[in-house]
């Protein structure tokens, strides 16, 4: 049963990108984004708040702030970096970039927590930037990417990794299902100005591709993953971590067969050693 949650959240968080780079042909991203963030907050807000009812506790003044401060840096930057890239970056590369997460993770946490990388964690670095930076030659020659588009996301994934940080300082008493649907609530109803500043650039064609799209990561991505995770991480946080990084490989696979983005020696060479990089940073030693 595990094996089977852990592959239906690998499966369902991966293709995140997959069914955003479908999305764009239907609506602006922006305005997608946002519908979307308000429609899957509204759906948690009711099943925590009307299905729980008594396990669930409304957060004190004190503990909004706080939430808001995660609904900017885990949504609304996250995401308006990743929404740039979409636009201007492979599916297959993105999905091997948001990998880096946790590197980035272990370099913020060096600069404000004070937690010195140890030197296999150098090491795990290193190799996940090469295969970064070779996975990225062949899309930045052939049109595939732009720079601003990959600087945008790592700008984004930079914001959630402060997110996780600013997350593991403030004291929340809430459950992680709470946080999540508060700071997705907060995170969502701040891109409402931006759709607003992005006004003339907004289109929604109602077709099947939209709804297809939409629906796709509404449910089985923001809800049913996010589900998946919150039971595999109750059960076993280690073995949770390492479904979270088969994502980028199975989200780059999902890339070439679904969108038929072509698979090149460099990209295949990066992947191979982005994830032998995270998998080596994270290697427990052996006394």
Request: hydrophobic share 55%; net charge positive; glycine share 6%.
């Amino acid at each position: 049963m595990d094996i089977a949650e852990g592959l239906f959240f690998a499966i369902f968080w991966a293709s995140a990108t997959v069914a955003t780079k479908f999305a764009v042909h239907s609506a602006d991203l922006f305005l997608l984004s946002c519908i979307r963030f308000v429609v899957v907050a509204i759906l948690m807000q009711l099943y925590i708040y009307g299905v729980k009812q008594k396990s669930s506790i409304l957060p004190t003044k004190a503990e909004f702030k706080k939430l808001i401060v995660l609904g900017i840096l885990n949504i609304t930057l996250y995401m308006t970096g990743y929404l740039i890239a979409i636009k201007n970056v492979s599916a297959g590369l993105i999905s091997l970039a948001t990998a880096t997460n946790p590197l980035i993770l272990i370099l913020l946490s060096a600069i404000f927590l004070k937690k010195r990388p140890t030197r296999q964690q150098w090491t795990g670095i290193a190799i996940c930037l090469t295969g970064l930076v070779l996975a990225a030659i062949p899309n930045l020659q052939n049109s595939h990417a732009t720079l601003p588009g990959l600087a945008a996301l790592v700008l984004g994934i930079t914001s959630l990794c402060f997110g996780s940080i600013y997350f593991s300082k403030v004291n929340l008493g809430l459950s992680k299902l709470t946080v999540n649907t508060w700071q997705m609530t907060f995170g969502g109803l701040l891109f409402i100005p931006i759709v607003l500043l992005n006004g003339k650039n907004n289109f929604l064609v109602p077709n099947l591709n939209f709804f297809l799209s939409f629906l796709w990561l509404v449910l089985p991505v923001s809800i049913v993953a996010y589900a998946l995770w919150l039971n595999l991480m109750h059960k076993d946080p280690v073995k949770a971590s390492t479904w979270l990084f088969t994502t980028p490989i199975l989200g780059y696979i999902m890339a070439v067969l679904i969108l038929h983005e072509k698979v090149t020696v460099f990209g295949a060479t990066g992947a191979v050693l982005l994830l032998f990089g995270l998998m080596y940073s994270r290697r427990k030693k052996v006394v």
